[in-house]
RNA sequence: GCCCCCAUCGUCUAGGGGACCAGGACGCAGCCCUUUCAAGGCUAAAACCAGGGUUCGAAUCCCUGUGGGGGCACCA
């Protein structure tokens, strides 16, 4: 198996999916998951794709066995240090009648597209040096004359190709080009490039994007013609934006920031997403296991996931149902494993932490999150040195603010005189009061809980309250009544 | 324009001639639970793109149309 992406930009879902089936085969089949970086056409290379692309593989835990970074028995892993190889490949077609070299600038290339745009034709190459006696041919490559490498396409017949997901696709030759092997610079393009490692490093199975199709037919061409084995070609289907009308845009790209979501990789660890959410999310599209089961750990889909049950539709991405899956997963974390994952979020917030404290947090926010920065401005109040409750929201539903004043004193002396501070000795006293005060206890803890935590809403209070300790509820509590005192004054 | 692919609730999907007045999930609405918010439980609304065939019988097979997507580079 191998996943080959070219480092042209972030890495976003649609490659993570590559390369999840790719992994999940790799990993079923006892073979090797190999990453390939089909870096051929200097152009369009970004600095650091390659980087950020091998940090979103393994922060969703998709190490592979052999790569650039690591090495392997069939390296280099990078195209541009292939180049040779290709060179001897393309050679061998030529030789072999399948391929033949031309001599045409990219000029009058351009000139010739112009033109057939012009009579609403399909861009073709005209076939011009393909009729240069193969003998003139090599002379004028042994003199240096710039030339390009183009596959001697047939013009009668057709070829039936075989996509794993879709089937038997037959094309007629007629319609595909005398394509373009080997650039003027002497780099292969993707089509034989990719065809020539495949076979090289041993690949069974090519997994890609459906985006593919069009050219298949000539990949199958290339194949047959140097007589090398076809591996399976799964193509997978594109991902549609969320609305399911066309793909996702750089606009719409950007947009979807503003709602907290992102297509790339990086995007989705910054915004508190999880690996085992995401994971769980992009193996659903396009694929399933049965009409009901839906929740994987990736070790579940080492163990379940089969090709048979591609499905070739388009898929419209469907964040919510990230946030769903998300969910899921934090909440089937242990208390130690969210503490550590939360940290780094408070930590940019700007709120020092301690592991010990988190640890005991982690249960009260465990169901609460969707995502794992949710969790700073639900508990940031435990890191705070005091927190600013808003005056009127210190007065408790159909109270005035003296009743909610003397609410904030009782439970002050009642805190203060309590035995042990948990949750459970609190509980029993605090429902007496809200009774003896004539309101309900809904009411009493609404006041307290934006008293002793700043916030309408919170984890729940009393457990709150005993992490965060008598003494900083005391003084939380006395806070609250001067400003309650306040109100009332003024 | 030409070529290729695809088509079940709003979305992701199950289904592959009778087991389907079409199942699950997200979301949405209601109810229950509840100290807020969640989580959880229950209930509801919600789909076979259209038209022709084949067949005793079609969501399922075939054709046409329509819609959507992809491609038509010395990009991948």
Redesign the pocket.
């Given at each position: 198996m191998r996943f080959a992406?070219?480092p042209?930009g972030h890495t976003h879902l649609g490659s993570g999916r590559t390369a999840l089936y790719d992994y999940l085969l790799a990993r079923q089949t006892g073979g090797q998951f190999i990453l390939r970086i089909?870096d051929?056409?200097q152009?369009?290379y970004v600095e650091g794709a390659e980087q950020e692309l091998m940090d979103s593989l393994r922060w969703l835990g998709l190490e592979w066995d052999e790569g650039p970074d690591k090495g392997g028995p069939y390296g280099p892993y990078r195209q541009s240090e292939r180049k040779e190889i290709y060179q001897q490949y393309a050679w061998e077609l030529v030789e072999r009648g399948s391929a033949y070299p031309c001599f045409?600038?990219?000029d009058r290339?351009a000139e010739l597209?112009q033109e057939q745009q012009s009579r609403?034709?399909?861009?073709?190459y005209d076939g011009r040096c393909r009729r240069i006696p193969p003998a003139e041919a090599a002379a004028r490559v042994a003199d240096g004359e710039?030339h390009?490498i183009r596959f001697k396409m047939p013009h009668e017949g057709s070829i039936t190709v075989n996509d794993y997901v879709?089937?038997e696709?037959t094309?007629?030759n007629a319609?595909l080009?005398d394509y373009?092997l080997v650039?003027?610079?002497g780099l292969a393009?993707?089509h034989l490039a990719a065809m020539v490692d495949d076979h090289l490093m041993k690949i069974s199975h090519v997994i890609r994007g459906?985006?593919?199709?069009?050219?298949f037919p000539l990949h199958v061409h290339i194949l047959r013609a140097l007589g090398l084995q076809e591996p399976v070609f799964v193509h997978l289907?594109?991902f549609?934006k969320p609305s399911?009308?066309?793909?996702m845009s750089k606009r719409e790209t950007a947009a979807l920031m503003q709602d907290g979501y992102s297509i790339f990789i990086k995007d989705l660890k910054e915004l508190g997403y999880t690996p085992e959410g995401v994971l769980n999310w992009i193996a659903?599209?396009?694929w399933?296991y049965?009409?009901?089961t839906?929740f994987f750990t990736l070790a579940d889909l080492v163990d379940k996931f089969s090709l048979e049950?591609l499905?070739?539709?388009?898929?419209?991405i469907?964040f919510?149902?990230l946030?769903?899956f998300n969910?899921?997963h934090i909440?089937s974390l242990s208390d130690e494993e969210i503490a550590r994952r939360v940290q780094p979020f408070f930590e940019i917030a700007g709120y020092a932490t301690s592991q010990d404290k988190l640890l005991r947090i982690a249960p009260l926010i465990r169901?609460?999150m969707v995502t794992l920065d949710d969790a700073v401005p639900m508990a940031g109040f435990f890191f705070k040195d005091q927190v600013m409750p808003a005056a009127q929201e210190l007065v408790g539903k159909n109270m005035t603010p003296a009743e909610s004043l003397r609410a904030v004193q009782r439970t002050y002396h009642l805190l203060a005189g309590l035995r042990d501070f948990s949750h459970e000795s609190a509980?029993g006293p605090l429902r007496e009061l809200a009774d003896e005060l004539g309101i309900k206890?809904?009411q009493l803890?609404?006041i307290l809980?934006v008293a002793v935590t700043g916030q309408?809403?919170?984890?729940?209070?009393?457990?709150s309250m005993a992490i965060l300790g008598r003494d900083v509820v005391l003084d939380r509590l006395q806070v609250a009544a001067r400003m309650l005192e306040d109100n009332i004054e003024s």
């Amino acid at each position: 198996m191998r996943f080959a992406p070219s480092p042209t930009g972030h890495t976003h879902l649609g490659s993570g999916r590559t390369a999840l089936y790719d992994y999940l085969l790799a990993r079923q089949t006892g073979g090797q998951f190999i990453l390939r970086i089909e870096d051929s056409d200097q152009k369009r290379y970004v600095e650091g794709a390659e980087q950020e692309l091998m940090d979103s593989l393994r922060w969703l835990g998709l190490e592979w066995d052999e790569g650039p970074d690591k090495g392997g028995p069939y390296g280099p892993y990078r195209q541009s240090e292939r180049k040779e190889i290709y060179q001897q490949y393309a050679w061998e077609l030529v030789e072999r009648g399948s391929a033949y070299p031309c001599f045409c600038s990219a000029d009058r290339l351009a000139e010739l597209r112009q033109e057939q745009q012009s009579r609403r034709e399909t861009g073709r190459y005209d076939g011009r040096c393909r009729r240069i006696p193969p003998a003139e041919a090599a002379a004028r490559v042994a003199d240096g004359e710039p030339h390009v490498i183009r596959f001697k396409m047939p013009h009668e017949g057709s070829i039936t190709v075989n996509d794993y997901v879709r089937g038997e696709i037959t094309v007629e030759n007629a319609n595909l080009d005398d394509y373009i092997l080997v650039r003027s610079d002497g780099l292969a393009l993707y089509h034989l490039a990719a065809m020539v490692d495949d076979h090289l490093m041993k690949i069974s199975h090519v997994i890609r994007g459906s985006e593919w199709l069009p050219t298949f037919p000539l990949h199958v061409h290339i194949l047959r013609a140097l007589g090398l084995q076809e591996p399976v070609f799964v193509h997978l289907s594109v991902f549609l934006k969320p609305s399911g009308k066309g793909k996702m845009s750089k606009r719409e790209t950007a947009a979807l920031m503003q709602d907290g979501y992102s297509i790339f990789i990086k995007d989705l660890k910054e915004l508190g997403y999880t690996p085992e959410g995401v994971l769980n999310w992009i193996a659903l599209m396009g694929w399933s296991y049965d009409d009901h089961t839906e929740f994987f750990t990736l070790a579940d889909l080492v163990d379940k996931f089969s090709l048979e049950r591609l499905n070739p539709a388009p898929a419209a991405i469907n964040f919510t149902k990230l946030d769903h899956f998300n969910g899921l997963h934090i909440r089937s974390l242990s208390d130690e494993e969210i503490a550590r994952r939360v940290q780094p979020f408070f930590e940019i917030a700007g709120y020092a932490t301690s592991q010990d404290k988190l640890l005991r947090i982690a249960p009260l926010i465990r169901e609460r999150m969707v995502t794992l920065d949710d969790a700073v401005p639900m508990a940031g109040f435990f890191f705070k040195d005091q927190v600013m409750p808003a005056a009127q929201e210190l007065v408790g539903k159909n109270m005035t603010p003296a009743e909610s004043l003397r609410a904030v004193q009782r439970t002050y002396h009642l805190l203060a005189g309590l035995r042990d501070f948990s949750h459970e000795s609190a509980e029993g006293p605090l429902r007496e009061l809200a009774d003896e005060l004539g309101i309900k206890a809904g009411q009493l803890f609404g006041i307290l809980r934006v008293a002793v935590t700043g916030q309408i809403v919170s984890p729940p209070l009393l457990e709150s309250m005993a992490i965060l300790g008598r003494d900083v509820v005391l003084d939380r509590l006395q806070v609250a009544a001067r400003m309650l005192e306040d109100n009332i004054e003024s």
